[in-house]
């Protein structure tokens, strides 16, 4: 906690020496935001401006602050039911310098919670660090993250927002394999042949965990990724972690996605070994399709098995079938129903629901 | 006469989009006068979707839009990032979870030639007609 109430005060104090040595603007042909500018009001550091979805940008000193939040609920098979304004995450990203990108994501936890176990609302409000990093590099094909961040493997990890996803829940395999974030450093690039691009990012574990987690000691892996013009991505990415006193376990992956059109999305995952989470071997993949029916609404399904290392434990075969409505960018409203080929509390079938704002 | 009827409404149905579509000027991709590097349609793609944000001497390139579903940001659109401005939405939502937002927009096409002809690290777009001494055409956008 004392680490990030320092990285927190660190980041105010760089935010107001960027202020003075910022340059000054051409007001004729100074350049906006994209997108519906919200609010907006000139002042001593430059103009204030938010944009939904895109953050408030103050001024000149190049620090972005922006979010999401969810307002969720579940009605299970079995009678459980709850609703929860589960979260509110925070991003502060600032860009000191053109090689230089600060993030940092602020999780403030449950802050509303009524469930049917219980006869009143309650709440147990906490704070988490989700990711707090830096990026340094002066080329596209070479750049080095150090802090806090989500662990690259597959598609949907790397994208675990609410608003940014088409159903309630996660895909079995990315819940409950391995570690969601990292904590060390990752060398990372790009490069651009034939058109498409192609990233790496080989990554390692060294940092003490700031809120004793239960995650690996230690893990590293590495991520490979095509993606062309054309609308399809393809990847591939090993995992490697090792928990206190156990020996090293292995995982890989395979991810695709294809945009065939605009208004339909492909998507697969699948992971095959060892995760941080268990020991014994584990595997699983998901299978995804959206398809937009008529403008802003989407329809969702996705198939997921997953074979979990617990020998005492059944494999899932799971179905998600749902509506998803985008009426604004920065806006989503999600419904969707988990069949399961048996109940417990990993598949946990049923209804859920959930609203989210990007701002 | 059923039949002839049918094949004119198919003939109307196909030719009516082609007909009232509005066709854009050709587009002339510019920077600085100072700067000499090449890009490609592709590199362009990737530098408006923010992959690619360095020029080859290490500089930050400084990629600029007009506003949204103006006529020319939508050919722009068509034309070299191949999606629409709302699929676009979505991709963007995907970078600002990493805090990478999308190129900045100017308000008119005589401000884009402006700002290129000043900062040696903008690129933008302008119908070619439109182009001057003050800058160098990178690369053209047939209509």
Redesign the interface.
């Known amino acids: 906690m004392l680490a990030t109430r320092v990285s927190l005060v660190a980041l105010m104090l760089l935010g107001c020496v960027a202020v003075a040595v910022a340059a000054d603007p051409?007001t004729?042909?100074y350049?906006?935001?994209?997108?519906p500018e919200l609010l907006g009001a000139d002042t001593p550091i430059g103009r204030l401006e938010y944009v939904p979805?895109?953050?408030l940008t103050v001024g000149r000193t190049n620090l972005?602050i922006?979010g999401f939040t969810t307002v969720a609920g579940a009605w299970l098979e079995g009678g459980h039911g709850e609703v929860q304004l589960d979260n509110a995450n925070f991003?502060l990203?600032w860009d000191p310098l053109?090689?230089v990108?600060v993030?940092s994501e602020i999780e403030l936890t449950r802050l509303a919670e009524w469930d049917t176990d219980r006869a009143h609302a309650h709440s147990a409000p906490g704070i988490d660090v989700d990711r707090l990093y830096v990026d340094v590099g002066?080329?596209?094909i070479l750049n080095l993250r150090f802090g806090r961040f989500l662990t690259p493997i597959g598609r949907w990890n790397q994208?675990l927002?609410d608003?940014?996803v088409w159903t309630t829940s996660e895909p079995l395999i990315v819940e409950d394999v391995f570690d969601e974030t990292m904590r060390g450093a990752m060398l990372w690039g790009?490069t651009?042949p034939?058109?498409?691009?192609f990233s790496y990012g080989l990554y390692g574990t060294f940092l003490d965990s700031i809120h004793h987690e239960d995650q690996a000691q230690h893990s590293a892996g590495a991520r490979l990724e095509w993606?062309s013009?054309?609308?399809w991505t393809v990847g591939a990415s090993y995992f490697a972690s090792q928990r206190t006193g156990q020996r090293w376990h292995h995982l890989g992956g395979v991810d695709a996605l294809w945009?065939p059109h605009?208004r339909v999305e492909l998507s697969m995952e699948a992971v095959s070994g060892e995760g941080s989470q268990a020991a014994g071997h584990e595997w699983g993949l998901y299978a995804q399709g959206v398809v937009e029916m008529v403008r802003t609404l989407y329809a969702v399904g996705r198939y997921e098995h997953f074979d979990p290392a617990e020998h005492d434990q059944r494999a899932h075969d799971l179905v998600v079938v749902g509506l998803t409505w985008v009426p604004r960018?920065?806006l989503r409203l999600k419904a969707d129903y988990r069949i399961a080929d048996h109940r417990d509390d990993l598949s946990a079938p049923g209804l859920r629901m959930s609203f989210s704002i990007?701002f | 006469m059923v039949r002839h009827v049918l094949g004119a409404a198919l003939v109307l149905v196909l030719l009516v989009p082609a007909a009232s579509a509005p066709e854009s000027p050709p587009l002339a991709v510019v920077v600085h006068r100072a700067r000499h590097d090449e890009l490609s349609l592709a590199d362009l793609a990737q530098v408006y979707l923010r992959r690619k944000r360095f020029w080859d001497d290490g500089t930050p390139i400084v990629p600029l839009n007009l506003p949204a579903g103006t006529p020319l940001r939508v050919a722009f659109s068509r034309a070299v990032l191949q999606r629409s401005e709302t699929d676009l939405a979505d991709y963007w939502n995907r970078q600002y979870f990493y805090g990478v937002l999308p190129p900045a927009t100017l308000a008119s096409t005589a401000a884009v030639l402006r700002y290129v002809a000043a900062d040696p690290n903008a690129v933008g777009y302008v119908p070619l007609p439109e182009v001057d001494d003050s800058v160098t055409v990178v690369l053209h956008l047939p209509p």
């Open positions: 051409d004729t042909t350049p906006r935001r994209e997108g979805g895109r953050g972005t922006g991003f990203f053109p090689w990108h993030f002066k080329a596209d994208v927002a608003p940014l790009t651009f034939r058109g498409g691009a993606a013009l054309a609308g945009r605009e960018y920065y990007l």
